[in-house]
């Protein structure tokens, strides 16, 4: 067991938790292992399917950033709020304070307005409900969290398997990006839609059928974003359900049209997403993508760290 020296805050920009008493187990655990966990969620003051009215969580958000003894500032969880707030943010006060920001799913929102803004970098990492305050926490999904965390570098691969069919060879640099693929899509024309140049960019979404996850790539590709890109890999896309109106049309159909249709490669495997066995990935972080018939590995470095041991 690690322990880690330092102080964790926990926000709810988003969902409030659906169970309470999971996250007293959550902040217990975290503290048996000398954590100091600073809790600026309030489960009695949750407003409709929020973790707190707007101003509620957008004053969580400011007081975590504050706090001198905090380092790392994770979500409760995700679902959705982080666009509400996103107007009332001062990113510039997020990205002076020295934190490092850590969730996916609809926090993707802050993390690519905090890059777009500043050019701070964030974790697309695990959040408070569903990983650190789970009954029986998922100790790859953790402790890929805590690796990172430790630096200097962190490496994340898809191994060669039936997903991996049809991957391409590469060998490129570029900026590591991206998220949950509804929320980026969302932002799409706005100030909090970075321009990011030779990126490579991670993907996940879940629920969304594969035409919708077809549109919105072609979205991102009409409007000129993907032809900057040196390559996509995908996570996880679950949650869906096909229909005979389908006729066939299912998800390799359509990674098949999108390879023949983008302007960069396409790679599958990652594993992030809505899954419990989940990497973590730093949101503005340099990487190294080399993909072979064999598999992929991204190695990523230059992004902010904490000692934890």
Known sequence: MITPKIGIALVAPGGYAPD??????????????????HNYYEHDKRHLRFGGTDESRLAQLNAAAADPDVQLVIALRGQYGMTRLLPH??????????????GFSDITAFHMALYARRGAISYAGP????????PEPDEFT?????????????????QKGEEMRGNPALDVNGTVWGGNLAMIVSLAGT????RIEGGILFLEDIAEHPYRVERML???????????????????????RLSPADNGYNFDEMLAYLRATLPCPVLTGLEFGHIRRRV???????????????????????YPTVRVG
């Open 142 to 158: 953790l402790g890929d969290f805590w690796r990172c965390l430790a630096g200097p570098t962190h490496t994340v691969t898809g």
């Open 127 to 134: 959040m408070f409900a569903g990983d650190f305050s789970a």
């Open 280 to 302: 973590t990935i730093p949101f503005g972080a340099q990487g190294h993508l080399v993909s072979d018939d064999s598999g992929w590995r991204l190695t990523m470095s230059d």
């Open 218 to 240: 072609l979205q991102l590709m009409q409007a000129g974003v993907l032809a900057r890109q040196r390559a996509i890999v995908l996570g996880d896309f679950s949650g869906y």
């Open 20 to 37: 309470a008493e999971a996250v007293a187990r959550g902040i217990a655990r975290l503290e048996s292992q000398g954590i100091l966990v």
């Open 89 to 102: 943010i001062d990113f510039d006060r997020m990205a002076d304070s020295g934190k490092i920001f850590v």
């Open 191 to 194: 100030a909090c839609f970075p």
